[in-house]
């Protein structure tokens, strides 16, 4: 529970209209309360409802989305919400997933229309990880212009400004990855947690996993033999690319060692990255694919 001083602060920043979102934690602060089922959402409704809007995060730091359990707490905020935002109904969040079902307000599944990769994990219908996609992560922002747009109408104006402001910078990133992923030795990478399948169809790249869409706890021993060998043979990258968590990084430094290349960190931006953000993070991930594909 937050103490007076920090509840103190947050009523203050209201009332001075600060920018939004630094109260968002637990849901609490003026502006159009917006629930976001982890954190690519939150930031997409953040940047399009601005100082309009009060975004709560489902997601906490440093969890996976695929492992999201609700508190009763969240549950409340999600059923009484006037805008809820879920990835899709496949099976990612299945906790959120459930309870959205019995929400109140508007819920918006914010792949609805795209063509989604199939999965073949089980209780997961699709690939997922469409927002590491910046050209599919704009989408999820026109989405959530849309959805503050139907429900809060006065605010249009504002809601379309920051939405067209938020695309640029999404096509600005995709410029930068399609003129950086041009000229590369390599167009194969090994990542342990497979969650890239988007961002390498959109460039002309092909992922090698090692965990899977959903990481396991300990990756079978063909799967890394496979990824190894793809290295020694140079068929891929000599770079081993790890989600940057814990289990990641020791995933990724044990195959990486063994391979005899580096580990690089690939952000999957799952929960909020701070003091990053969707944009630098995504940057990161430019910046390190290009050294590990040897990129000019």
């Known amino acids: 529970m937050w103490s007076r001083r920090v509840a103190l602060a947050c009523v203050l920043l209201a009332l001075v209209t600060v920018t939004a979102g630094a109260c968002t934690g637990s849901g609490s602060g003026g502006g159009l309360k917006v629930v976001a089922s982890f954190y690519p959402l939150a930031w997409a ?10 975004v709560e995060d489902l997601t906490p730091p440093g969890v996976e989305a695929h492992d999201t359990v609700l508190t009763a707490g969240q549950q409340a905020d999600l ?19 459930q309870a959205a079902a019995e929400a109140s307000g508007r819920v918006v599944a914010v792949t609805g229309g795209m063509h989604l990769l199939p999965s073949q994990e089980r209780g997961l219908g699709y690939d997922p990880h469409v927002w590491l996609d910046p050209v599919l992560m704009e989408q999820i922002v026109t989405q959530a212009g849309d959805a503050l747009i139907a429900i809060d109408p006065a605010g249009k104006a504002g809601y379309i400004a920051r939405e067209s402001a938020t695309v640029e910078d999404l096509r600005r990133l995709d410029a930068e990855y399609r003129s950086s992923l041009a000229n590369c030795a390599f167009t194969t990478f090994v990542a342990t ?19 899977g869409l959903t990481p396991e706890s300990e990756p079978s021993a063909a799967r890394i033999q496979a990824a190894v060998d793809a290295i020694r043979a140079g068929t891929a990258g000599p770079a081993v690319f790890y989600e940057d968590t814990a289990e990641g990084k020791r995933v990724g430094a044990s195959v990486a060692g063994d391979a005899g290349v580096p580990a690089l960190a ?15 993070v995504m940057r ?5 694919l290009r050294d590990g594909l040897r990129c000019r």
């Open 45 to 54: 409704a953040q940047q399009v409802g601005g100082d309009h809007v009060t």
């Open 79 to 97: 059923q009484s919400a006037p805008l809820v935002l879920i990835l899709g109904r496949f099976g990612f969040q299945p906790d959120v997933e």
């Open 193 to 211: 947690h497979e969650a890239f399948g988007y961002l390498a169809d959109r460039y002309g790249l092909t992922q090698l996993g090692i965990e």
């Open 266 to 280: 690939l952000g999957t931006l799952e929960f909020d990255p701070s003091p990053g953000t969707y944009l630098s």
């Open 284 to 288: 990161s991930n430019l910046s390190n």
